[in-house]
């Protein structure tokens, strides 16, 4: 959404995934939460053009109910997306989770890192 912080980053790691240097992979519920999100600036069309690419260009971690079950037990998250976030990176055994506000998984299973930390470590 062209937000300034971490776009050039956030920007070179897209295209690391585009070119199947390293797999990107989404939570299942992120793409309800950007369907969401998009609707302010993008019309239906749009969305549905901007979600389907994302889809042909990351691999999708599930959500089900034995996640939403470890979550709802884990009280040391804030927020529940965020929680769900880390059960589904720790199902694909991914390297890390990026993200904007490491804060908010900092008791999280899997490490939390900043797009420009992302950058350092894969390249």
């Not at 959404?1 to 585009?18: A, C, G, S, V």
């Not at 549905?48 to 034995?66: A, G, H, P, Q, T």
């Not at 927020?79 to 804060?103: G, S």
Request: hydrophobic share 40%.
């Amino acid at each position: 959404m062209d937000r300034n912080y971490y776009l050039e980053e956030t920007k070179q790691i897209f295209n690391k995934i585009h070119s199947r240097e390293i797999t990107g992979v989404l939570a299942a519920h992120t793409i309800n939460n950007l369907w969401f999100i998009l609707r302010k600036q993008f019309t239906s069309q749009q969305r549905r053009e901007i979600i389907s690419s994302l889809l042909n260009l990351f691999e999708i971690s599930s959500l089900n109910k034995d996640k939403l079950l470890a979550a709802i037990q884990r009280d040391n998250f804030s927020d529940f997306e965020d929680c769900l976030q880390d059960e589904c990176a720790a199902a694909v055994h991914a390297d890390f989770i990026i993200t904007r506000d490491k804060n908010d998984f900092k008791n999280s299973k899997i490490k939390a890192l900043l797009p420009g930390e992302a950058l350092k470590i894969l390249f």
